[in-house]
């Protein structure tokens, strides 16, 4: 047990922390033994199996990142743009795997990290499970094989506790689709429709965000043509498949190495 690669949870209390809690708990390839909150957090001092109602897992919520850090193997990390770039800048000095599932960053926080991406293992994602990297390969190839008589529009769906629009998983498949038509993502993107806004531009690539309930996370990629339309959709009815796939992220970064990865690597789907 003593030897399985150590793994620190970041926001521990949230509900992706919980669930990489649960998935570690459980796990035969790694063993959590680290987990951090922000400074103030009513978690810091106690064990985090049980504040979560159930036994004793033998850590202790911490805000020192520097130290947690020193003692592991990787760190996933699910919270905040804010929080996400200021651990990145640690995992580079302490020579981490940094497994990222934040969403919403802008540009420069993306930049922090890939700068930090010269010493750690980065291995960042929008969406950490199998079935939507798959769709992602799946969307690139449909828009590929398609013009722009078809129209994309992606929409997805999260829990009303959400607070980046749109998601990460969308912007993920948006690009595939623009990258698969030969365009950039920015320069097509139509992401706020309200009000007389005029036909819809030949070639752009719409995001439509619903938030409500405890939807765990729908994506739908429509390609609308005349008198017909393809629809691919992912539905995550689970929050384990982000977690097993960041903590399948931290055990394929053991040995690989300093750089910026993602699923696609982890998965091996490139060749899709
Ligand atoms: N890539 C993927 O596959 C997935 C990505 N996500 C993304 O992961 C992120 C987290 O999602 P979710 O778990 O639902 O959100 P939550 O709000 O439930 O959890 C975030 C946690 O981070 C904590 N936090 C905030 N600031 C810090 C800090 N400075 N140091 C340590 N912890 C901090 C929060 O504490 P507090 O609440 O007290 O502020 C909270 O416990 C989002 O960006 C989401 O989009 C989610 C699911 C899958
Ligand atoms: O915030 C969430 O919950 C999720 N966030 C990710 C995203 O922004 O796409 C992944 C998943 O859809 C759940």
New binding site residues.
Partial sequence: MADLPGIVV????????RMLVETLRDSAQARLIGA???PG?DWIGRDPGEAMGGAALGVTVT?DALEAFARAHAVID???P??TV?YADIAAQARLVHVI????MDEAQLARIKAAARHATVIR?????LGVNLLVQLTRRVAAALDADFDIEIVEAHHR??V?AP??TALMLGAAAAEGRGAILSEVADRARDGMTGARERGAIGFHALRGGDIVGEHDVIFAGEGERIVLRHVATD?AI?AR?ALKAALWGQGQGPGAFDMVDVLGLSGL
């Fill in positions: 970041t926001g521990v209390s949230g509900r992706m922390g951090l909150e922000r957090h805000d699910f919270t905040t804010e929080a200021g599932g934040t969403t919403g994602a929008g969406n950490m499970s506790h959400k980046d998601s990460g929050r982000f796939g």
